[in-house]
């Protein structure tokens, strides 16, 4: 894919992101320069639904911004350098509030995948607590290099971690992916939370799980080009 | 009702059905062309609210295409063929992921009518449980003609059915009614959901069920072009 | 009012009570004649948010309209032409299956004020268990004189009364008024419910209820103008 | 800022707070002038998603407006004026009844940080009981300086304070600020009440509360501009 071509795709998942309810005025989605495995993109500290083209700045493995020009990056952009430091595998990275996944973070309940759509979440979520790594007076944020690590050790090989008091992440093979991902989680949290109140689950086996997640990757474009549609109102 | 007429009412009811909430981007809906019962017609593999005439083919009912020219069938397409096979009473068919009709499959909890408009439940709604008859490790999609012919079985003489882990399939007579059930069976979940929280439930009983749904099925032309006129935006 | 100035706020209360999510493709509102007040008026059998000022009609006190013209009436129209006739104060009807109200209904939890906003409720709302007058085989509807009257009784003098398996129906002074107490009982019922699960409450008093409801409705343009406005797009 | 500039953003407040469902037809922003502390700026009462420059009146530290010229202020000006008086640190104040806030007030449930978006709460909000200085038949309104003195008196110096059967009020040291704190409250109220029943919370502690509020605080221009794009269109 082209570099304008990724630029685009970014900036869509930033709008996307905002439309289906995952980010609000916060949040941050970033994707590796394929093609420059030590580089990735990441907006200017704005809102994602106002993000555009000329936003979009390019970072190194210290979570440094190369060509700054002026622009200010976000407070936490060490969480997606840790992440891809750590991750050789990961091409595209969320980081949101969404409202469903907070409770599961706060609570210590474990998410787990309810339907095929969230087959990808596996048997067991993550949850990272900041006071580990950073004591008990941070102000929640990841702010530097050593809190970006401990998170992405939190995360471990896994898909999506919750972030105690704070959000979560979610880290895919691409950007259709990762917004698949950042987008599911939070209605099988919904989900989740509903079914808890009328009874036992049933939840997706390892086996159920693991296949419901490789048939959804392979009809990936079905939802993003929908979702694209969708994100052209900012409304 | 024309051909024309036929397909251009198909690609209303996706369009109804995503504006709606029971579909997002995943999910279908088939109806069975009364001139040739052995056929039904199915939109190829998009999202339904992007669905246009074009994108609508025929099938067999071994669930195969019979024009493909290039076009990609859904994968569940023998969920609608096998039920089409069982049931000649059922015309058109809805299957969906709609979110409160989720929690009841997972956790076993009987659907059951809570209000007039949704009487059509009757007294018992079946769950689906894909491991009966595809084993322990499916994908959970019904992709072959034996887990279509499964579902159907579990389906019986019901205008619906839960499907564990995965959604809900609704049947109707015409298109009309088998929107107008995916619609309500997602209310109802909403409202049972709810009041199961609040005490002991006061169900409809089996003749004001009966009764309630012949009277709406005289009356469903009235949220039919309500729903029409809405699903003309696609946000 | 100028009859044309009664039809016109008929047409905004219908098309606002779908924008505020109180009615969807059914359900219904009325307004008695007051320079006539054995008539009151009255839309066609269809959806609210469709109606338009060639759709409403005339009715007498025996639920039978004076002017059909080939327009079919809705089926339940007894409903609002026997409240008329138990209640000379009343001049608007409001018939809805607002969502948040049906779980009271069918579990006959006690709706009660819960803010100043939904003070007119009082201290008990009265719930009609049609079971009681139309036997257990009804369809649910309304759909006679002797149905109608029974609800009546059950209303009684009251603003307000839940319909089990059903609905609920509010009346007041005015078309503006019944619009507000629709709105706002359905407010009020998601905000009970919601509190009822995080522990005891207090409700308003008898006076605070009483006050509260005198001060909201010297004060009802307010939110009239604002939902007309809203009301103009259908979406 | 000149006046001007202030009286534009006191109409953005007005319609950001109704978009993003903090006021409806009820509710009110007031912002003290700056430039002479002992007034404020306040709308006439009208619906906040209707205000318009021409709306905003100017009163004293009595709540009585200096401008009338023929414009009806809001029945609880008071609760304004009297927080204005009582905390010079004040400079925005919102008074709204959004609704995931309401059940705290009337079970006594404390509100609490859950996540860094809300550190402003800080560790305890006090709840307004109008029957201690009002007594038991007040019509719930903040409508005399007594009363309004009152509820200044149980704000102390916290940023948000809950009243009982009526709604909630914000305070802060900026428009955009109140605005945040407003916006995020409801939030937070939200998703308190959804962690409550999955089971027990790990909340901010006093250091991530009073951290995160700072670190907010410097990236608040972010949704102010956000909100102003989505706050163009009334629907």
Do not use: C
Not at 15 to 27: A, N, R, S
Not at 81 to 100: K, L, N
Not at 162 to 190: D, P, T
């Amino acid at each position: 894919m082209s570099r304008k071509g990724l630029i685009d795709d970014l900036v869509s998942a930033n709008h996307i992101l905002f439309k289906e309810g995952v980010l609000d005025g916060f949040g941050h989605v970033s994707v590796r320069d394929e093609r420059n495995p030590e580089r990735f993109l990441l907006s200017r500290s704005i809102a994602p639904a106002t993000v555009t083209a000329r936003d979009v700045m390019e970072f190194g493995m210290d979570g440094e911004p190369l060509d700054a020009r002026g622009r200010k990056p976000y407070l936490e952009r060490t969480l997606h350098s840790e992440i891809y430091r750590a991750r050789p595998d990961v091409v595209a990275v969320v980081h949101s509030h969404s409202p469903a996944l907070i409770p599961f973070g706060i609570t210590g309940t474990p998410l787990k995948p309810v339907f095929h759509m969230s087959g990808f979440l596996g048997s067991a979520t993550p949850i990272f607590e900041i006071r580990d790594a950073g004591g008990p007076a941070t102000d929640m944020l990841i702010r530097d290099r050593k809190l970006g690590a401990a998170l992405a050790r939190t995360l471990g090989n896994a898909p999506f971690a919750l972030m105690r008091g704070h959000g979560s992440v979610a880290v895919g093979g691409s950007l259709k992916q990762v917004v698949y991902r950042a987008i599911y989680a939070e209605v099988n949290a919904r989900l989740q939370s509903e079914a808890l109140r009328l009874g036992t689950i049933t939840y997706l086996n390892d086996a159920e799980a693991a296949n419901a997640s490789r048939t959804n990757d392979s009809v990936i474009d079905r939802p993003w080009g929908l979702w694209k549609k969708r994100a052209k109102e900012i409304g």
